[in-house]
């Protein structure tokens, strides 16, 4: 017999605990811990190396205080922007980011700090120019 191999939705899946579980600010260990498996067998899961059953997702879900169907593709408009908010949120800093900007109390602060997040953001894709002196 065949051993089973991952696809794309357990890749899928893998993406989001990782998401869920650093907008949640837990550690590896910690969810590992909680559902009865090592940090390392967590690191397999969420790769998509390792496929999560039924029952351990069903406790991952209730763990991230999400429902289960949070880990599977959508595929009307509302499923589009959710995948765009986990594509967001696997970018490297993007947690650590959100929730700096959440602590801003001021409302004037917060909006200059989204205009300068914006600027970098326009300039970080502007074509690099030759300085003439």
Do not use: W
Not at 56 to 82: K, N, T, W, Y
Not at 89 to 103: N, Q
Not at 110 to 120: E, G, N, P, S
């Amino acid at each position: 017999m065949m051993p089973k191999q991952t696809t794309d939705v357990d890749r899928l899946v893998g993406l989001r605990i990782t998401a869920l579980r650093k907008a949640r600010g837990m550690s590896q260990t910690a969810l590992g811990t909680a559902v009865g498996v090592t940090f390392q067998q967590v690191q397999k899961y969420e790769k998509g190396q390792n496929r999560v059953g039924a029952g351990r997702l069903r406790e991952i879900a209730r763990l991230l205080e999400v429902p289960v169907s949070a880990f599977f593709e959508e595929s009307d408009a509302a499923g589009q922007a959710q995948e765009d908010v986990f594509g967001f949120l696997s970018a490297h800093g993007a947690i650590e980011l959100l929730r700096a900007y959440a602590a801003i109390r001021d409302d004037q602060l917060r909006r200059d700090v989204l205009a300068i997040v914006r600027t970098a953001s326009r300039l970080g894709h502007a074509p690099a120019t030759e300085g003439t002196a």
